[in-house]
């Protein structure tokens, strides 16, 4: 079992850029497609973008895509999501999640996908 941990949310006004990142331990991080998710109050859990094991493919939630990017690290074990002009609309707890490589990028849009998850970071974007 894979253990991740989230690192890098804050509090930024709209318009503003973070970078998130995602630490592994327990087991390489090649050895998954990595996928960070998002869950505002009251809504369930959103996908946002996820990576192939080598980073030679991504895969984005429509809400993020054009300001989002993932990409890693395996040297690193780490995963990265880089948000630019953030909207007040994108505040949430953000995870990072790691699912065994069964299926095709695209799968990874599903929650069920992925076997390990970090426990979140807030990222708040204030009007």
């Known amino acids: 079992q894979v253990q991740l941990v989230e690192s890098g949310g804050g509090l930024v006004q709209a318009g503003d850029s973070l970078r998130l990142s995602c630490a592994a331990s327990?087991?390489?991080?090649?050895?998954?497609?990595m996928g960070w998710f998002r869950q505002a109050p009251g809504k369930e859990r959103e996908f946002v973008a996820a990576?192939?094991?080598?980073?030679?493919?991504?895969y984005y939630g429509d809400s993020v895509k054009g300001r989002f990017t993932i990409s890693r690290d395996n040297a690193k074990n780490t995963v990265y999501l880089q948000m630019n002009s953030l909207k007040p609309e994108d505040t949430a707890v953000y995870y990072c999640?790691?699912?065994?490589?069964?299926?095709?990028?695209?799968?990874?849009?599903?929650?069920?996908?992925?076997?390990?998850w970090g426990q979140g970071t807030q990222v708040t974007v204030s009007a």
């Open positions: 327990g087991r390489p991080l090649s050895t998954y497609i």
């Open positions: 990576i192939s094991r080598t980073g030679g493919d991504t």
């Open positions: 999640a790691a699912g065994n490589s069964y299926y095709s990028l695209s799968y990874y849009y599903r929650a069920a996908a992925f076997g390990s």
